[in-house]
C-alpha cells in the first residue's frame, strides 16, 4: 500500500529555514516524479515544485530561487527546503506521487500525504 | 505560464441531479489535466487523469471530457458524499497550475 507522510512543519520567522521531509513507503521514489503542492488557510491548491527520476527539478515562480525539492534514496523519502520565507509561504504543505505517459508526459497526482502546516510569523 | 480558468465557484445542487464543473486552459495543453476532490480537513483525491480516464475506485458517475482546451467533470446521480471541493490541474508544462477550485454543496 502506497503512504506517504509529511514531517518538519510549524512556526517559523520571517527570512528563516526550513526542510519538509515525506516518507514514502510501498513505492520507491526515483520510480515517479514527485510534487509538493500547498494550501494556504481557507484557499485552494497550488503546485509548488517537481522533481523527477532523472534529477530534474522544476518550481512555481513564487518560490524559484528560495526553495530546492530533492529526493533521498536509500531513504526513500522527498524533501523540500525553504529559506527566506515569507508570510505567504503560510500554508499546509501535501507531498503526492506522480504518474506519467508512455511518452514522459505527467499525467496527474495519484497519492497524497496528509499534510503538514507551515505558518510563517513574527 | 498557462492559466486554468475553473468555473464556477460554487454549485448547489440537489441528490440524483446531473452536474457540470469546467476548466478553461489559456493555450493548449493536450489532454494533460486531471482533476481532484478535496473533502474538508482532507488532501486531495484524485478522480480523472488524462482528461477522461478514470482512476482506480473512483465511482462510475464521475467522467471527464475535453474539447479543444475546455475541460468538464461531470457527476451523474449526485451522491451526498460527493460534498466537496474540486479542482483542475494542468500538467502539460511547468509551472503546472490548478484551477481555482468549486465548492460543491447539496
Same mark, same amino acid.
Given at each position: 500500500?502506497?503512504?506517504?507522510?509529511?514531517?518538519?512543519?510549524? &512556526?517559523?520567522?520571517?527570512?528563516?529555514?526550513?526542510?519538509? @521531509?515525506?516518507?514514502?513507503?510501498?513505492?520507491?521514489? %526515483?520510480?515517479?516524479? +514527485?510534487?509538493?503542492?500547498?494550501?494556504?488557510?481557507?484557499?485552494? &491548491?497550488?503546485?509548488? @515544485?517537481?522533481?523527477?527520476? @532523472?534529477? =530534474?527539478?522544476?518550481?512555481?515562480?513564487?518560490?524559484?530561487?528560495?526553495?530546492?525539492?530533492?529526493?533521498?534514496?536509500?531513504? %526513500?523519502? &522527498?524533501?523540500?527546503? +525553504?529559506? @527566506?520565507?515569507?508570510?505567504?509561504? =503560510?500554508?499546509?504543505?501535501?507531498?503526492?506521487?506522480?504518474?506519467?505517459?508512455?511518452?514522459?508526459?505527467? &499525467?496527474?497526482?495519484?497519492?497524497?500525504?496528509?499534510?503538514?502546516?507551515?505558518?510563517?510569523?513574527? | 505560464?498557462?492559466?486554468?480558468?475553473?468555473?464556477?465557484?460554487?454549485?448547489?445542487?440537489?441528490?440524483?441531479?446531473?452536474? #457540470?464543473? !469546467? $476548466?478553461?486552459?489559456?493555450?493548449?495543453?493536450?489532454?494533460?489535466?486531471?482533476?481532484?476532490?478535496?473533502?474538508?480537513?482532507?488532501?486531495?483525491?484524485?478522480?480523472?487523469?488524462?482528461? #477522461?480516464?478514470?482512476?482506480?475506485?473512483?465511482?462510475?458517475? /464521475?467522467?471527464?471530457?475535453?474539447?479543444?482546451?475546455? /475541460?468538464?467533470?461531470?457527476? !451523474?446521480?449526485?451522491?451526498?458524499?460527493?460534498?466537496?471541493?474540486?479542482? $483542475?490541474?494542468? #500538467?502539460?508544462?511547468?509551472? $503546472?497550475? /490548478?484551477?481555482?477550485? !468549486?465548492?460543491?454543496?447539496?
Amino acid at each position: 500500500e502506497v503512504h506517504l507522510v509529511e514531517s518538519g512543519g510549524g &512556526l517559523f520567522q520571517p527570512g528563516g529555514s526550513l526542510r519538509l @521531509s515525506c516518507g514514502a513507503s510501498g513505492f520507491t521514489v %526515483n520510480s515517479y516524479y +514527485m510534487a509538493w503542492v500547498r494550501q494556504p488557510p481557507g484557499k485552494g &491548491l497550488e503546485w509548488v @515544485s517537481s522533481a523527477y527520476g @532523472s534529477g =530534474t527539478t522544476s518550481y512555481a515562480n513564487s518560490v524559484k530561487g528560495r526553495f530546492t525539492i530533492s529526493t533521498d534514496i536509500p531513504k %526513500n523519502t &522527498l524533501y523540500l527546503h +525553504m529559506r @527566506s520565507l515569507r508570510a505567504d509561504d =503560510t500554508a499546509v504543505y501535501f507531498c503526492a506521487r506522480g504518474i506519467q505517459d508512455s511518452g514522459g508526459y505527467d &499525467l496527474g497526482l495519484d497519492s497524497w500525504g496528509q499534510g503538514i502546516l507551515v505558518t510563517v510569523s513574527s | 505560464d498557462i492559466q486554468m480558468t475553473q468555473s464556477p465557484a460554487s454549485l448547489s445542487a440537489s441528490v440524483g441531479d446531473r452536474v #457540470s464543473i !469546467t $476548466c478553461r486552459a489559456s493555450q493548449t495543453i493536450g489532454n494533460y489535466l486531471s482533476w481532484y476532490q478535496q473533502k474538508s480537513g482532507k488532501a486531495p483525491e484524485l478522480l480523472i487523469y488524462g482528461a #477522461s480516464s478514470r482512476q482506480s475506485g473512483v465511482p462510475s458517475r /464521475f467522467s471527464g471530457s475535453v474539447s479543444g482546451t475546455d /475541460f468538464t467533470l461531470t457527476i !451523474t446521480s449526485l451522491q451526498p458524499d460527493d460534498i466537496a471541493t474540486y479542482y $483542475c490541474h494542468q #500538467s502539460y508544462t511547468a509551472p $503546472c497550475t /490548478f484551477g481555482q477550485g !468549486t465548492k460543491l454543496e447539496i
